[in-house]
């Protein structure tokens, strides 16, 4: 028998960080209060899935959405550094336009038509890449494919976690996705295999 479970894979709520348009990348930033509702409203729209545990990134925005999210329900709760952010370097705490002129010639270049290139290259040399960010993620979530077998969880993790699974799983050249606040993704995992189900609230942005 294939083993196989069904992971959703959230992003957080909202915080000051995301609101100013800061890098936050590893450091730990609180939701702010708009978050509340959307954790909460996603919670409502996510009731009646049966989960059976409950991973998140060790940052306590991601720890904060999911107790949202879950509300009531008493569920075995995980936090784990293998769902965090991707790592930005000196780039964190920094507005995202200092890194548009990087990330602008990364996915114009004509080496960045390969699928192999955008993944296991970074942006910038303080930037975690793709490939980085996937392995760990996905060792993680596979580790658990045995005890949850035929189950459903939910990870609740960062935007750039879900745009390194969405560019593995559906890759675009010159595509950016643009994950917004709780927008998420169903995976199905196996033992032998990855596929993406469902996207709820993520839209691509075709570079020019």
Request: charged share 20%; hydrophobic share 40%.
């Amino acid at each position: 028998m294939n083993k196989s479970c069904e992971i959703y894979l959230v992003r957080h709520g909202e915080t000051d960080w995301n609101a100013a348009g800061r890098i936050q990348g590893h450091t730990d930033i609180p939701l702010n209060t708009l978050s509340l509702g959307q954790a909460a409203q996603l919670g409502s729209s996510l009731a009646h899935i049966d989960f059976s545990a409950v991973y998140s990134s060790d940052l306590s925005r991601a720890k904060e959405t999911a107790r949202l999210i879950i509300g009531p329900r008493v569920l075995p709760f995980i936090e784990t550094p293998a769902l965090r952010e991707r790592w930005a370097g000196s780039f964190e705490g920094q507005s995202k336009e200092t890194l548009d002129h990087w990330t602008e010639k990364f996915f114009l270049s004509q080496e960045a038509l390969s699928q192999d290139y955008c993944l296991k290259t970074p942006w910038h040399p303080e930037i975690e890449s793709q490939a980085s960010i996937f392995k760990r993620a996905l060792t993680f979530l596979a580790e658990q494919l045995s005890t949850y077998c035929e189950q459903t969880i939910l990870a609740v993790t960062h935007g750039g976690v879900i745009r390194a699974f969405l560019d593995h799983l559906s890759f675009i050249p010159k595509n950016k996705w643009i994950v917004p606040n709780c927008g998420f993704i169903k995976l199905k995992l196996t033992e032998s295999a990855l596929h993406l189900e469902e996207i709820h609230g993520i839209i691509r942005s075709h570079l020019p």
